[in-house]
């Protein structure tokens, strides 16, 4: 551990104890340790998929076999997926009192198993599907994807994972959420997203605007790293993370002795 390393986290760790009150948002990156990978850059599911083919709302509709196939796949990813250390110690810092609430960018319901609450799903998640015709909801288990498109149990209707496509906005209620937390939040510890995609990539600048401190940890700098963060925490989410939590733990009057 380098000397600034350990200088910047020592300012984060005062910061959360010091405020008590901090969001946190994460992408990607925190799921990479859970074997989820991301998206986007080299060994992406996008090298593989062409998102605006089969995770386009429109292309969905017109031929909903096709984006089923990719979809299968990552179902297949998420349903075995486990949580990875990053996902535990933002769960022990919601029970220390200093997290007030998580809002993830990513649809694989991993802050939910690692035992987190108060979670927004800012773009919707996969452990379930909604029927496009009587919008029935279904936990993924459930649905047989030997037939592909699965259907509707309820009308035969089409079945689609209640995640957000391209071509689809933000659910309303986990938009208001997000940006009432960015609000009133004092920190905002910012977890493996690269900050490139809106509207989440606003929600930093917005708490910030509001007074809040701005912690990032991420592999390299991201967009925000120049431009909105505070503090820079670099290194993998799952490495990065329990340090944090220890570090707090050693400078928390209250710890056991």
């Known amino acids: 551990m380098s000397y600034h390393f350990k200088t910047e986290l020592g300012k984060a760790a005062d910061g959360l104890l010091k405020f008590k009150k901090t969001a946190v948002l994460?992408?990607?990156g925190i799921s990479v340790a859970s074997g989820i990978r991301p998206f986007r850059g080299k060994g992406g599911l996008w090298e593989k998929y062409d998102p605006e083919v089969v995770v386009n709302i429109n292309n969905f509709r017109r031929d909903p076999a096709a984006s089923w196939v990719m979809?299968?796949?990552i179902a297949g990813v998420i349903m075995t997926a486990k949580p990875n250390p990053a996902h535990y110690a933002i769960t022990e810092l919601q029970e220390l009192g200093l997290v007030q609430g998580v809002i993830t960018q990513n649809v694989d319901g991993l802050h939910q198993k690692a035992g987190s609450r108060e979670v927004i799903e800012?773009?919707?998640?996969t452990s379930r599907v909604v029927c496009l015709d009587c919008r029935a909801v279904y936990p993924l288990e459930e649905i047989n994807m030997e037939v592909l498109p699965p259907p509707c149990?309820?009308?035969?209707g089409l079945l689609k994972p209640d995640a957000v496509f391209f071509g689809e906005a933000i659910p309303p209620a986990a938009?208001?959420?997000?940006?009432?937390?960015?609000?009133?939040?004092?920190?905002?510890l910012v977890i493996g997203t690269s900050g490139m995609v809106e509207p989440a990539a606003s929600l930093p600048g917005l708490a910030k605007s509001h007074g809040a401190l701005i912690i990032e940890v991420n592999p390299e700098p991201s967009w925000l790293t120049a431009t909105t963060v505070d503090i820079f925490l670099q290194g993998k989410a799952e490495e990065v993370m329990p340090r944090l939590?220890?570090?707090?733990r050693d400078r928390s009057p209250e710890r056991p002795q």
């Open 26 to 28: 994460t992408g990607a």
């Open 71 to 73: 979809l299968r796949e």
């Open 122 to 125: 800012f773009h919707g998640s």
């Open 153 to 156: 149990f309820d009308c035969g």
């Open 175 to 188: 938009l208001m959420r997000a940006r009432v937390e960015s609000q009133q939040c004092k920190a905002m």
């Open 245 to 248: 939590v220890a570090e707090i």
